[in-house]
């Protein structure tokens, strides 16, 4: 009984050790900031995109995934001996609503930032860091646009090659994105199909981390699906989409263990092997991945065209009132 008390106490001693080398930026003064030692903290910046995710899923569906994500990382890292974590507030800026594939560039949910806008907030982040002298920073922003993720993925280059420090897109990285698509049945592949946009595995996702959120309806979906994406832009751009693509009927609060818990278990594990001296360049980037496909490639091009026309328009209002 002794040893079992004991056992207890060490856990919820070890646990309370690690919190305690968890900080927050928001509640920290500079007192505390600059007693921090750069060379082993590591700055979390998490993010979450707000965006259309039909009629059964919030529109801050991918921020709590990437807060929860967030958290285990934190944890990890605090648990190493002398690191330390610092957590900024949540970025909800992101580029490339689903709705893009379809051709819908203003859909009631999504309001999402430009990727020239982006990719600014990151490098002017990465840039204070820098000048701080902060040395280690993992970007958790998982959204499965590739124009997105590309442009964390340029912030954290830019911070590399300016700062020599590693700030590395975790969420990014292929093998965390290709953990999404959870272990299913068969069956259950055949009708979720091609795993793209609030379907089966984040209407799962949802329910275990916020069940509150999600519209009961869910269980009653059509599914709207295939194997093909080809097939899935003509679905996304039919006049009466609902937002969502594949089969959310068929989630479950225990699918999330099949997939979006193994691709967080993924980010968490790149972001351990980093900080123990892993060159992050040596493993593939999904942003990198997609530019292999034309038909991704067309539909990128296509949001970028969109995103210009909005500079354009920004540009002239601010030439006309005479702002620099």
Do not use: C
Request: no cysteine; net charge neutral; aromatic share 10%.
């Amino acid at each position: 009984m002794k040893q079992i008390i004991l056992s207890i106490f060490s856990i919820f001693l070890l646990s309370f050790v690690a919190d305690a080398q968890i900080f927050r930026i928001a509640e920290m003064n500079v007192e505390q900031i600059k007693r921090l030692n750069k060379e082993k903290t590591v700055v979390i910046l998490p993010g979450g995109i707000v965006e259309e995710h039909g009629s059964f899923l919030p529109t801050f569906t991918d921020g709590y995934w990437n807060e929860q994500v967030t958290r285990e990382l934190a944890k990890a890292i605090a648990a190493k001996k002398g690191w330390s974590v610092v957590i900024f507030p949540t970025i909800p800026l992101g580029n490339s609503g689903a709705n893009d594939i379809g051709g819908k560039f203003n859909f009631p949910g999504t309001y999402a930032v430009r990727f020239e806008t982006l990719r600014s907030v990151f490098m002017d982040l990465a840039t204070e860091l820098g000048e701080q002298k902060f040395k280690w920073i993992f970007v958790v922003h998982g959204h499965g646009a590739p124009n997105h993720v590309r442009a964390l993925d340029q912030a954290g280059d830019y911070f590399r090659d300016s700062y020599g420090g590693r700030m590395v897109n975790l969420t990014g990285l292929l093998p965390v994105v290709t953990a999404w698509d959870g272990k299913k049945t068969d069956a259950q592949r055949k009708e979720d199909g091609l795993p793209i946009h609030a379907g089966m595995d984040e209407t799962s996702m949802m329910l275990a981390l916020r069940p509150d959120l999600v519209n009961p309806a869910y269980k009653n979906a059509k599914p709207f699906t295939s194997d093909k994406m080809e097939d899935l832009i003509q679905i996304a751009q039919s006049k009466d989409w609902l937002g969502y693509l594949g089969s959310p009927r068929l989630a479950s609060r225990a699918q999330y263990a099949n997939g979006w818990q193994i691709a967080a278990t993924e980010a968490v594990n790149f972001g351990l092997k980093i900080l123990d001296g892993l060159d992050d360049r040596t493993v593939p980037r999904f942003g990198d991945e997609m530019q292999k496909s034309p038909l991704d490639v067309a539909l990128d091009k296509a949001s970028l065209k969109h995103e210009t026309e909005i500079k354009v328009k920004q540009d002239e209002w601010l030439k006309k009132k005479k702002f620099k």
